[in-house]
């Protein structure tokens, strides 16, 4: 194929990756060696969900990856709660996780009283079309 052909044809897919989610918003708790992170990637454009996952960091002693639920293409907020000492309390929908900067945890929580167990921290949402994470009452 001719390098004009082949400069065309990237082109013209250019679009279609621009459809894809890579993205990472973190919940700063102290500095930047002390964080909650949700990741989202979606590898192809025809795909409706994204893959998620929450990386709790507290370096030089804790930084973690785990795969939560996927997510529609349209972020759905996940808001964030004291839950303890270096442990949050994550909500999706109808779905809790707790995240541990201690224990370098993160893990699905069935949460029987459905109420969250402390104060609202924050939300992960999208803001002019990009993840953000903003802080309750900020």
């Not at 804790?62 to 270096?86: F, W």
């Not at 109808?94 to 929580?109: E, I, M």
Request: a negative charge.
């Amino acid at each position: 194929m001719p390098a004009v052909l082949r400069r065309l044809a990237a082109l013209a897919l250019l679009p279609l990756l621009a459809a894809c989610e890579n993205s990472a918003t973190a919940f700063m708790v102290e500095g930047n060696q002390h964080a909650v992170i949700l990741v989202r990637e979606q590898p192809y454009f025809w795909t409706s969900e994204v893959n998620q996952a929450v990386v709790v960091s507290r370096l030089p002693a804790c930084q973690r990856k785990v795969n939560i639920h996927s997510s529609p293409t349209d972020l759905v907020e996940m808001e964030v709660y004291e839950a303890g000492d270096l442990l949050w309390a994550l909500r999706q929908g109808q779905r809790w996780y707790l995240a541990s900067t201690d224990k370098c945890l993160v893990q699905d929580w069935v949460n029987e009283a459905g109420s969250p167990p402390g104060a609202l921290v924050g939300t992960f949402r999208l803001r002019d079309g990009a993840p953000v994470f903003e802080r309750a009452g900020g």
